[in-house]
Structures are given as C-alpha cells and as structure tokens.
C-alpha cells in the first residue's frame, strides 16, 4: 500500500462547523495526524443550512451558491492546514471532502442522499485533487450510504485481542462493532448532539448545552422518554440510517404535552442519546469489553459520567486511547476514504450499509 499525505474535511450534522485534518498514512496504513484545524460556521451560514433541510423556494438556487459558499471555506482550512505544516498543494494527494448533508433519505426504492459541495470548485481553489460524493455508489448499490466511517474504525481500531465498540456522538450516533471473529458491523443508533443543540439554543441562546451543565440542572421525565424511545425508528433492526429529516425539532414538540421545564426536556434528551446508546450495545453487541467514544459528544461531562454507569460492567474510553483524538476521527475517515479511492479499493462494508456487495466510493476531481 502506498504511503502519503491526504486531506479530509467533515462538516457534520451538527452544524457546528468545518473539521479538517492533515493525515500522513504510511505503507501499512497506519495514520499520524500531521496537523487540524477547526473552521465555526456562523449563525446566517447555519440557519441557511437548516432552512435548506426541507423543500422551500428557490431552494435550487439557494443550494447551489451555499455549494460554493462552504467549498470557499473548506479551501480556506485546507489553506491553513498546508500554511500551518509549510507543505504546499503537491504534496498532498487528494482531499476527501464529505460536503454538508442536507437531505438523507435511506427508503428503500426511493432512496437518496444529498451532499452540498461544489467539488470542482474545491480542487481549483485548493490546486489538490478532490474526492466527493462518498454516499451514493453505495446506495445505487443498495446500502443506506450511510455510515460510512465503520470502515476507517475497522482500518484503525480493530485490534485481535479485543472486542470494541466505537461509538461517534456528533449530531446523530453512530456506532461500530469490532469483534475479530466477526464481519464488522454498524449503524445509526438515533440522536447524538442534534436535539440537544436545537433545544439548548432556542431556551438558552447557546448553540450547545457545554459539559451537559444546563441538562444537569433538570430531571429526566420518564414518560417523555419513553415516548421518545417507542419512535419506531429505534424498534428498527441495521442496516438503518438517519438524520435531520427524522430527528428534527418537529418531531422533538410532537412528543411534548407543553408544561415541562425546558432544563427537565434536555436532562431527557441527553438520556434518550444515552438510553439509544446503550440499548443498541445490550441488543447487537453484548460481548463489548470497551466503549471508545468520538465525536463532540465525548466533551460533554455530564453526558459521558452517565454513560460510564450505564454501561456498568463495560469500560468506556475514549479514541484518544487508541492513536487518534475524538473531535477528529471523522474527519480523518474522509482523508482515509479519499485515499481509498486512489488505491482503487472498497470504502464501503455491505455488513454495515447493506450494499449487495463492496464498491469504491467517491467522484475523482483531479488537480
Ligand atoms: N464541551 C462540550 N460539551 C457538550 N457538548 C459538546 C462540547 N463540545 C462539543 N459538543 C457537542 O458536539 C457537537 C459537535 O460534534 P461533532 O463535530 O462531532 O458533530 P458533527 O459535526 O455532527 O459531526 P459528524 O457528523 O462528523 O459526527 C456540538 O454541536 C455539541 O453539541
Ligand atoms: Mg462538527
């Protein structure tokens, strides 16, 4: 396998932002994250990305520039990133580029996912071949396109004394079960960070509920959560996939009765993220010896100490343990997928999306 430097760029549904990393991957594929560097969208980028979730007017138009919009700001942190390691666009082989996820619709017959970037305009500005597009062949496959990262956690993390569970707590939750007697398999197990946000900032003006401090001030309402919980999405057994067009603050109002305390709502919403975590790991993966946390959500404290006693007689941790930092594992998955799809191998796992067989992922935009 050939050694070399990629790019990768994850904007995730979060909304928070741009993370984009510099990765070295050298022959046995073995990562060393040269350098990082996290690009905030603002408050007028955001709830323009949020207004383009659901059908509007002119909506075409409106994703097209905002396609140009984040591909000039995803240029600007690979800028940095190359400013920052004094490397110049020769020297790294491609950027994998996620683009920012505005509709994922896993139904089958009907199925799509639509990624907003403008990746010819990314390789121009950046002068760096440009990977995008990784969901689709995988749903034109028959997959979910979705998630994808199982494949760099099983590259990254699969280790043949251990049986581990990754767990990636961005907007939605996805998780990875590595186990070196099985095929690796994987899924979407509901809501990570996404109600939490949306619910923090319309009662609080804070676009996130930072250490879970304001969620520790309320209670959890157990009938609320078992609404929550009894959605049929969560009853669903993987391959499954979701987003913002499920988990939205639509559906989060339709399970309310109008007289709970917002603090009581967001101790329940960071219970429901905990209660769809650990369910999915008592229903799929009982065998876990450790839970390997990533994604935004392992900062939040108060989420991660309830974690830890859920899952009592597992241990939890984060990737940080195993060579690559929490907040920038997905984005090296994407440097990791771009690299794939150089070497012409499969990016996908069919365990995971479901996919009749593996595919390489990815439109090539050369330099
Ligand atoms: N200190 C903190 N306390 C609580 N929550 C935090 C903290 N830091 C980050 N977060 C949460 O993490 C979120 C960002 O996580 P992340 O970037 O992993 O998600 P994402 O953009 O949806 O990514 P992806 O789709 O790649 O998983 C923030 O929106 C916030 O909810
Ligand atoms: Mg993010």
Same mark, same amino acid.
């Given at each position: 396998?050939?050694?070399?430097?990629?790019?990768?760029?994850?904007?995730?549904?979060?909304?928070?932002?741009?993370?984009?990393?510099?990765?070295?991957? !050298?022959?046995?594929?073995?990562?060393?994250?040269?350098?990082?560097?996290?690009?905030?969208?603002d408050n007028?980028?955001?709830?323009?990305?949020?207004?383009?979730?659901?059908?509007?007017?002119?909506?075409l138009?409106?994703?097209?520039?905002?396609?140009?919009?984040?591909?000039?700001?995803?240029?600007?942190? =690979?800028?940095i990133?190359?400013?920052?390691?004094?490397?110049?666009?020769?020297?790294?082989?491609?950027?994998?580029?996620?683009?920012? %996820?505005?509709r994922? *619709?896993?139904?089958?017959?009907?199925?799509? +996912?639509?990624?907003? =970037?403008?990746?010819?305009?990314?390789?121009?500005?950046?002068?760096?071949?440009?990977?995008?597009?990784?969901?689709?062949?995988?749903?034109?496959?028959?997959g979910?396109?979705?998630?994808?990262?199982p494949?760099?956690?099983?590259?990254?993390?699969?280790?043949s004394n251990?049986?581990?569970?990754?767990?990636?707590?961005?907007?939605?939750?996805?998780? +990875?079960?590595? !186990?070196?007697?099985?095929p690796?398999?994987?899924?979407?197990?509901?809501?990570?960070?996404?109600?939490?946000?949306?619910? *923090?900032?319309?009662? +609080?003006?804070?676009?996130?509920?930072?250490?879970?401090?304001?969620?520790a001030t309320?209670?959890?309402?157990?009938?609320l959560? !078992?609404?929550?919980i009894?959605a049929?999405?969560?009853? *669903?057994?993987?391959?499954?996939?979701?987003?913002?067009?499920?988990?939205?603050?639509t559906?989060?109002?339709?399970?309310?009765?109008?007289?709970?305390?917002?603090?009581?709502?967001?101790?329940?919403?960071m219970?429901?993220?905990?209660?769809?975590i650990t369910?999915?790991?008592?229903?799929?993966?009982p065998?876990?010896?450790? =839970?390997?946390? *990533?994604?935004?959500?392992?900062?939040?404290?108060?989420?991660?100490?309830?974690l830890?006693?859920?899952?009592? !007689?597992?241990?939890?941790?984060? %990737?940080?343990?195993?060579?690559?930092?929490?907040?920038?594992?997905?984005a090296?998955?994407?440097?990791?997928?771009?690299?794939?799809?150089?070497?012409?191998?499969?990016?996908?796992?069919?365990?995971? +999306?479901?996919?009749?067989?593996?595919?390489?992922?990815?439109?090539?935009?050369?330099?």
């Amino acid at each position: 396998m050939e050694s070399g430097r990629y790019i990768g760029i994850m904007s995730g549904t979060s909304l928070d932002g741009v993370d984009a990393v510099l990765v070295d991957f !050298d022959h046995n594929q073995r990562a060393s994250c040269i350098e990082t560097f996290f690009s905030p969208f603002d408050n007028t980028l955001r709830s323009r990305l949020l207004a383009l979730h659901h059908s509007g007017g002119d909506e075409l138009n409106k994703a097209a520039l905002i396609s140009n919009q984040l591909s000039h700001q995803y240029a600007r942190a =690979v800028a940095i990133l190359l400013e920052r390691s004094a490397l110049a666009p020769r020297n790294v082989i491609a950027i994998g580029c996620h683009g920012q %996820t505005i509709r994922h *619709c896993p139904e089958i017959d009907k199925s799509y +996912t639509i990624q907003l =970037v403008n990746a010819a305009l990314l390789a121009e500005l950046t002068e760096i071949t440009v990977i995008a597009d990784f969901r689709n062949r995988d749903i034109a496959a028959g997959g979910q396109g979705a998630p994808l990262v199982p494949a760099f956690h099983k590259a990254m993390f699969m280790d043949s004394n251990s049986r581990r569970t990754i767990i990636n707590i961005g907007g939605i939750a996805n998780l +990875t079960y590595l !186990d070196p007697k099985i095929p690796v398999s994987g899924f979407d197990c509901g809501p990570g960070n996404l109600l939490m946000d949306a619910w *923090c900032l319309q009662h +609080t003006g804070q676009s996130y509920d930072k250490n879970g401090q304001w969620a520790a001030t309320g209670q959890v309402i157990p009938a609320l959560l !078992d609404s929550f919980i009894s959605a049929d999405y969560f009853a *669903c057994t993987p391959p499954k996939s979701t987003g913002r067009d499920l988990f939205n603050i639509t559906w989060l109002r339709s399970h309310l009765q109008g007289h709970e305390s917002p603090e009581d709502v967001q101790a329940t919403l960071m219970q429901l993220t905990i209660t769809s975590i650990t369910q999915s790991i008592e229903q799929f993966y009982p065998a876990t010896e450790t =839970v390997y946390v *990533c994604g935004g959500g392992a900062h939040n404290f108060q989420m991660m100490r309830h974690l830890k006693n859920a899952l009592s !007689d597992k241990k939890l941790a984060v %990737t940080d343990e195993l060579g690559v930092q929490a907040d920038w594992v997905e984005a090296c998955a994407f440097a990791w997928l771009a690299r794939q799809a150089i070497l012409k191998q499969p990016g996908n796992i069919p365990s995971v +999306t479901g996919a009749k067989g593996e595919r390489i992922l990815g439109a090539i935009y050369s330099a």
